[in-house]
Every structure is written in C-alpha cells, then in structure tokens.
C-alpha cells in the first residue's frame, strides 16, 4: 500500500500569511524515545513509514520553496508531486494520478493527524482490502464531510456522505485520513475550478464499492489550520505522545 499526503493548501485561517504553509507548523512526536518537535508533515510521513507504507508521495505547491526545500532535506525518499493548478482538495489528490499504482492507498490531508500511535493499523493499513473512512463524532456536523454508516456484524458500513451539508446526515464528521481505491481518480472532475473528495468517495459508494468506517473520539484527531486554535492543539499532541 501506498501512501500519500496533500500539503499544497494556502492555509488561509491559519494567520501565517503566506510566509509559512501550515503543514509544516511543528506538534510533538517521539523519535528513538526522545521527545521532539518535527513539523505535522513530517510526523504524517514518519507514522506512514512505521506502519508499513514503503512509497509516500507529498503533494505541494510548486511556489512553496520553504516546504519543497525541507521536504528533499528530511523526507527524501518521498515523492514530490506538484499540484499546479488551485483547484481544491480533490485536485490535489488527483495530482497524484500517476505516482499512485496500488490498488489502494492511504491519504492522509497535511495539517491534521490521528494521534494514537496506532491509528493507521486501526483504519486496516498495510492489509486492508476495502476502502476506509476515518470518523468521529462531532457538535457541528456542517463544518464537515458528513458521514452516515449503519453496522455489519463487527464493522461499520458507509451508507451516504456530503460534504459540509445545510442538513447533516449524522453527527459524524470525517477525519482527513483514509483508505482509498485507486479507482477513485476516475470519479474526479478535472474541468472543475474546486474538485471535492467527499462526493468522489460517495461515487463510487453508489457505483458499488463497500466503504467501511472506522470510528475515533474527537479527541483523537488533531488539525494545525486555525490559529487561535493552535495552542490547544500543541499541547493536544504534547499530551498525546506524553502517554504513548
């Protein structure tokens, strides 16, 4: 299995301004024991490695200097792929469409992760052989992919997904880390000037394919992109990691 992770954003609420993308804002991680603080893409890159992903591919801007330059200087057995055009998440997903050749592979969005250390083997990476959702619970579920699922024996099945919905579905919000088909950039429209993921995966739900969910606490995904957030979120994952 593969993986990939989507870092070509301009973080517009993240208050950096464009000096610094959000991806590479730091939270605290554990390397050989030791506590460190290592920008969220690299601590994405390091989980995907340890969990068994031997081909990362990073999405970035190709006016992004800082983050391309840090990504060859730390992360050099990942692929950089450019998203050159700025046509939402979905786009730069599907700037990917060449790099990815497994039949699945793992997306992770660059500023937010999982934090148990165990996450990705949750979500069924490296050995799963159906797509994934990661979901949890959440008080406003507009703000996000909507997700309803129903179960089946002792898994979750995905029935419907929206993206940011007037009227939600459910309580539960998507997490930006998933297990997808490669199938999935046939669903893309590249004329589109902002390609969505959320209705792509719900496509191919209705074209057939079993999507399963795996659910987390709300407490258990963190996201770097808002600024007044930001503190809550370091100690979050200095937390998180404190306990590991």
């Not at 290592?38 to 990073?58: A, F, Q």
């Amino acid at each position: 299995m593969q993986g990939l992770i989507t870092a070509a954003g301009l973080g517009t609420r993240s208050g950096l301004n464009g000096r610094l993308r959000k991806e590479m804002l730091p939270v605290y991680s554990l390397e050989s024991g030791n506590l460190v603080l290592r920008p969220i893409i690299e601590t994405i890159y390091n989980r995907m490695r340890l969990s068994g992903i031997d081909s990362v591919g990073v999405v970035l801007d190709p006016d992004d200097s800082r983050t391309i330059e840090y990504v060859r200087s730390f992360m050099p057995d990942a692929e950089i792929i450019f998203q050159k055009s700025k046509n939402g998440y979905g786009g730069a997903v599907l700037s990917a469409v060449d790099f990815i050749s497994d039949d699945l592979f793992l997306l992770n969005a660059g500023d937010g992760m999982l934090l148990p250390p165990d996450s990705y083997a949750r979500l069924g990476v490296p050995s799963s052989r159906d797509p994934v959702i990661s979901v949890m619970k959440v008080d406003n579920p507009r703000r996000y992919g909507n997700a309803s699922f129903e179960p089946h024996g002792n898994e979750l099945v995905v029935t419907g997904l929206i993206e940011k919905p007037a009227i939600p579905i459910s309580n539960y919000g998507m997490c930006a880390a998933y297990i997808l088909p490669r199938s999935i950039f046939s669903h893309f429209d590249p004329k589109l000037e902002n390609i969505e993921l959320t209705p792509a995966i719900g496509r191919i739900i209705s074209g057939g394919t079993v999507v399963k969910a795996v659910e987390f606490s709300r407490n258990e995904w963190i996201s770097v992109g808002v600024a007044s957030e930001y503190v809550k979120i370091l100690q979050r994952s200095l937390d998180a990691t404190m306990n590991q």
